[in-house]
């Protein structure tokens, strides 16, 4: 079907049909998810159970502290709130030379930081991690207003769908939100809604009825670059209702807007601890139920005995006493219908080595042990080497993480652009491209790995030097280059190429000058001296002078 106008809703509604499968063959791993591991996160058809208890199935909390613990050591590994995980730097490195240059992006930094700061943003960032931790996906909607302070909203799994472009890149999301009609007339205005829900809007009973929406973000086919209408951004923003009321011959959009950014933050994490740790999760849940049985079984086991007791219905409490009625029956007693010898050791050491598994799969022992490497027997190297190994594990998915917060900073300068809040830029990065670059712990720790290079190398060239050997090949200039990269240090603490060999020459010349002022004063001195030495027939200077004439 060709597409001719914005007005179409069906295209729009078979667009939003086509990409559906991203969900339908992942939404029995959200249930399972949703049963066993992360009850009230997910939403399947509608059926909001958020302040319910669904966690009936869920036997042990050791899998849910791990996902606790992952969340939070992402949090503080990638963006934590207390500094800076990001400084802007050109994409250029000779760019960075420029002072200017470096202190516009320094200034640009900050002022995101603030106004990060001044969002939801962390808050979400959390359930951000969760998602993609535990649902393989984290989808936050990011919403920037004139008006209004921008707001991340993070999607419920089970409600969207994503679609992607040629590039393997989302390009679409579709998603179901649910709505009062009271909330919907809020939202949209009475007048954009369908002629059912005006109806029903009449009655104060039914403004409380829920009704199901779908929004849809994609590329704009009628895309006009530069324009300020929202209808020719290049993403299209559509708003319908769901269901038969919207499939009338009078259904409409209930809003149409656009975007010049998609405004999503996606994080696609296909195998997440949660998935390759969901067979591990049921068995510990098989392990601990029969556990339980069997301790209940020996504790608590069916009883037989004679069938004269059976009237007298005899006391199985501890310290009760059952009467002799003289027929034997007392002396035959009660005893188990069968015994049950349970070895309560190798179960526990069994669960202990499925709970060791799920440790490995969430990576808490990774992020236990960077919380407490406070080994005072171990060397500060040996720690940052402990570190950087550890925490090489997330290189894949700390990637990941950083591209996301790539489109957010993109998001974040465009918005402030159009607020008019970014200073004018330096002539140097006219045309330049700019971006993050990222010193989180996770980052700065792989970062940090390749800089055991630089100081062997830099051990080697000092002990050539001891050793009198030409050194003349070893660049210490570029060695403090590197370092500084690696270590995202502030821009004031470095000096640009210009200025380190302007301090070089004037330290040269300062020299000179010393070097000649003392030249100088020792050729005045011999002066002096030559002036008050005796010159009679016996002297230096006489016997120098005869010399010379001969």
Known sequence: MEFESLND??????????IDEWRDTRLPFFEEVDTYLCPNRAIFSGNDTKGQRSDTEILTSVARLNVRTLVAGLMSGNTPQSFKWFNLVANQRDLMEDPAAKAWLYDET??????????????AMAFHYLDASVFKCGLTLVEM???KTTTYTPIEPGTYTLGYDSDGNVNQVARDVEYTIA????????????DGLREQYKSPINHNTKVQVTHYVGPNKNANPGSLRSEEKEWVSLWWEKGKASETTNAKFLRRAGYDLFPFLVTEWEDCPAFIAMPDILQLYRMISDKLLALEKELDPPLTGPAALLDENPSATPGSFIPDKGDGSAEKGVRPVYQIRFDLNAVSAEIEKVEAILRQAFFTNTLMMLSSLKDRQRTATEVIELKQELLMQFGPVTDSFNRMQDHNSDLVFSHRMKLGFVAPVPPSLDNAEFGPDYNSAMTQAQKMSGLGNVERIFNL?????QMNFDISKFNPDAMFDIYSEKLNAPPELIRSDEQAAAVRQAATQAQNEVAAAQSARLQAQTLKDLGTTPTDENSILERMAGAAAQ
Request: proline share 0%; aromatic share 16%.
């Open 9 to 18: 809703l069906d295209y729009y509604r078979k667009k939003a049909l086509s």
């Open 110 to 123: 900050q002022a995101q930081f603030d106004t990060l700061a001044a969002t939801n943003f962390y808050r």
């Open 145 to 147: 207003s004139y008006t």
């Open 183 to 194: 909330q919907m007339v809020e939202k949209f205005g009475l007048d954009n809604l369908s």
């Open 461 to 465: 060239a000092a002990t050539m030097a």
